[in-house]
């Protein structure tokens, strides 16, 4: 049964938000600030600043206010002209390099390099980046500096692998290797040498401005987040693509005379008073994409914990108590959990390792459906994923490759008060802390009193159920002890003056 998909395009003078609906259901959502833009697929003119053998890394300058990581393996430029397999476009840093060489042999500090940023700067970190510049457009993807030939892995029919290798073999540029993106199955020979031309003039702009600059420096930013959403997902798979401004509908229109033109009556200007996003209920969606608890259809429930190291998502069946056995119970909601996981996962943009802490199911024939059904689901990733079996414990550990900030770092900031733990000291733990703090200082001298600054809730609790820690406090001080709230100061914290 074919999924309904719809596009919706948000742009305000502060920020533009791009939503995929699948069966009216918010599946990825996009976010670019106008003022701090990304920065995955520019090019810099970067300067290296540290190599690091141990590593086998180097630190790049590009002029950011953090230096950007370029490992190795990104630092050496491919020559072999074999045909390769390639993942979508900005995602072809892996390009193979024979007899990769150590970071010493291929860069010393003070050289200038020409780099592409793979992955933007996340928390502490700068940003990734890659000498191995590719340069993506609808259909194709150049390689400059490299002779290889790449068919995207989701073009899995042998026949069109062999028609559009041959293809790229016939297109190629002397200096410059190729890979035939998803979109470009079916598509002919005019086509992708339109966008193999197109291409290519960038590149020479690129390494004109390139020559003609003085490291660190930006000599090629990419496109807008609305033109890369239309480039890369936009397709005859979607039933309509809605903007709600004149501006960002020509921009789209414009775009897909160019490429698509057989696209353009899915396109449509909102005039509606209320804002796309909340017409269609993405706003709330995003909303509960901020909650770690997840609730079924079924009444069973997901909770997904993101740590320093790994995701973990762990299934429970809730308030679903099935019609059958037990066993059917389980299964039924490992099946429905699982579609759930892969859109939270494609809605978070959730990266690294992820462990799925499935109910465990006695029947192998149960799990060996479960797991061919997250396989089949994760399909609709656009993102690279590599998933194991389901382990004995009913354990699933997968990766996900990500290049921009997750949802979450991209709307929320660490609590002022529990600092990203998620909790905070309990108010008998703080009162305690202050009795031990207190019971430092000598006795009191005659006519003088101790003032006690603390959070409010901790004043009702000293004043009401551990009033017991004041009077003894009072006693082994031999004096007043007066306890003042303020609503300013940390739940944790707290003063000790004396009058």
Same mark, same amino acid.
């Given at each position: 049964?074919?999924?309904?998909?719809?596009?919706?395009?948000?742009?305000?003078?502060?920020?533009?938000?791009?939503?995929?609906?699948?069966?009216?259901?918010?599946?990825?959502?996009?976010?670019?600030?106008?003022?701090?833009?990304?920065?995955?697929?520019?090019?810099?003119?970067?300067?290296?600043?540290?190599?690091?053998?141990?590593?086998?890394?180097?630190?790049?300058?590009?002029?950011?206010?953090?230096?950007?990581?370029?490992?190795?393996?990104?630092?050496?430029?491919?020559?072999?002209?074999?045909?390769?397999?390639?993942?979508?476009?900005?995602?072809?840093?892996?390009?193979?390099?024979?007899?990769?060489?150590?970071?010493?042999?291929?860069?010393?500090?003070?050289?200038?390099?020409?780099?592409?940023?793979?992955?933007?700067?996340?928390?502490?970190?700068?940003?990734?980046?890659?000498?191995?510049?590719?340069?993506?457009?609808?259909?194709?993807?150049?390689?400059?500096?490299?002779?290889?030939?790449?068919?995207?892995?989701?073009?899995?029919?042998?026949?069109?692998?062999?028609?559009?290798?041959?293809?790229?073999?016939?297109?190629?540029?002397?200096?410059?290797?190729?890979?035939?993106?998803?979109?470009?199955?079916?598509?002919?020979?005019?086509?992708?040498?339109?966008?193999?031309?197109?291409?290519?003039?960038?590149?020479?702009?690129?390494?004109?401005?390139?020559?003609?600059?003085?490291?660190?420096?930006?000599?090629?930013?990419?496109?807008?987040?609305?033109?890369?959403?239309?480039?890369?997902?936009?397709?005859?798979?979607?039933?309509?693509?809605?903007?709600?401004? %004149?501006?960002?509908?020509?921009?789209?229109?414009?775009?897909?005379?160019?490429?698509?033109?057989?696209?353009?009556?899915?396109?449509?200007?909102?005039?509606? %008073?209320?804002?796309?996003?909340?017409?269609?209920?993405?706003?709330?969606?995003?909303?509960?994409?901020?909650?770690?608890?997840?609730?079924?259809?079924?009444?069973?429930?997901?909770?997904?914990?993101?740590?320093?190291?790994?995701?973990?998502?762990?299934?429970?069946?809730?308030?679903?108590?099935?019609?059958?056995?037990?066993?059917?119970?389980?299964?039924?909601?490992?099946?429905?959990?699982?579609?759930?996981?892969?859109?939270?996962?494609?809605?978070?943009?959730?990266?690294?390792?992820?462990?799925?802490?499935?109910?465990?199911?006695?029947?192998?024939?149960?799990?060996? %459906?479960?797991?061919?059904?997250?396989?089949?689901?994760?399909?609709?990733?656009?993102?690279?994923?590599?998933?194991?079996?389901?382990?004995?414990?009913?354990?699933?550990?997968?990766?996900?490759?990500?290049?921009?900030?997750?949802?979450?770092?991209?709307?929320?900031?660490?609590?002022?008060?529990?600092?990203?733990?998620?909790?905070?000291?309990?108010?008998?733990?703080?009162?305690?802390?202050?009795?031990?703090?207190?019971?430092?200082?000598?006795?009191?001298?005659?006519?003088?009193?101790?003032?006690?600054?603390?959070?409010?809730?901790?004043?009702?609790?000293?004043?009401?159920?551990?009033?017991?820690?004041? %009077?003894?406090?009072?006693?082994?001080?031999?004096?007043?002890?007066?306890?003042?709230?303020?609503?300013?100061?940390?739940?944790?914290?707290?003063?000790?003056?004396?009058?």
């Amino acid at each position: 049964m074919a999924i309904n998909k719809r596009m919706l395009v948000e742009r305000d003078p502060h920020q533009t938000r791009i939503a995929v609906l699948e069966d009216d259901r918010l599946a990825e959502i996009f976010l670019e600030s106008h003022r701090h833009r990304g920065l995955v697929g520019s090019v810099f003119l970067g300067r290296v600043i540290r190599v690091l053998p141990g590593m086998q890394a180097a630190f790049v300058d590009l002029g950011l206010s953090r230096d950007a990581f370029l490992y190795v393996s990104d630092a050496a430029v491919g020559e072999d002209d074999t045909a390769v397999e390639s993942g979508e476009a900005l995602e072809t840093g892996d390009l193979r390099v024979d007899a990769e060489p150590s970071i010493e042999d291929l860069l010393r500090v003070g050289q200038e390099i020409l780099v592409q940023v793979r992955k933007d700067s996340i928390a502490n970190k700068g940003a990734r980046v890659s000498a191995q510049i590719t340069l993506p457009s609808r259909y194709a993807v150049l390689v400059p500096r490299s002779k290889q030939l790449g068919i995207s892995r989701r073009i899995e029919d042998e026949a069109e692998r062999e028609r559009l290798l041959a293809l790229l073999e016939e297109l190629k540029p002397e200096d410059a290797g190729l890979i035939a993106r998803t979109e470009a199955e079916g598509r002919g020979r005019e086509e992708l040498a339109q966008d193999i031309t197109q291409l290519l003039s960038s590149w020479e702009e690129i390494s004109a401005r390139a020559e003609s600059s003085a490291a660190p420096c930006l000599v090629h930013g990419d496109v807008s987040l609305i033109s890369r959403a239309v480039r890369d997902l936009f397709n005859q798979d979607y039933s309509a693509l809605w903007a709600d401004s %004149e501006e960002a509908y020509e921009e789209i229109a414009e775009l897909l005379a160019r490429t698509q033109p057989e696209l353009l009556g899915t396109v449509r200007l909102d005039h509606h %008073e209320l804002g796309l996003f909340e017409r269609f209920g993405v706003d709330k969606e995003i909303e509960a994409a901020l909650e770690s608890k997840v609730w079924l259809r079924s009444g069973g429930y997901l909770v997904i914990n993101p740590t320093e190291a790994l995701v973990a998502i762990d299934v429970n069946t809730g308030r679903f108590v099935g019609k059958d056995s037990l066993e059917d119970t389980i299964f039924r909601t490992n099946l429905e959990a699982v579609r759930e996981i892969v859109r939270q996962i494609r809605l978070r943009d959730l990266g690294g390792i992820l462990v799925l802490d499935l109910i465990d199911m006695e029947e192998e024939a149960h799990r060996v %459906e479960v797991f061919e059904f997250l396989e089949e689901e994760l399909k609709k990733d656009r993102s690279r994923t590599r998933v194991l079996n389901i382990s004995e414990f009913g354990l699933v550990e997968l990766t996900r490759k990500r290049s921009r900030s997750n949802l979450r770092s991209l709307l929320t900031r660490a609590c002022p008060h529990c600092k990203g733990s998620g909790t905070i000291r309990s108010v008998r733990t703080v009162c305690l802390d202050l009795r031990r703090e207190v019971l430092k200082r000598p006795r009191l001298a005659p006519d003088t009193e101790l003032l006690l600054r603390v959070h409010p809730e901790v004043a009702d609790a000293l004043h009401g159920g551990e009033s017991a820690i004041l %009077e003894e406090l009072e006693g082994l001080l031999e004096g007043r002890v007066l306890v003042r709230g303020d609503p300013e100061l940390h739940h944790e914290h707290f003063d000790v003056f004396e009058l």
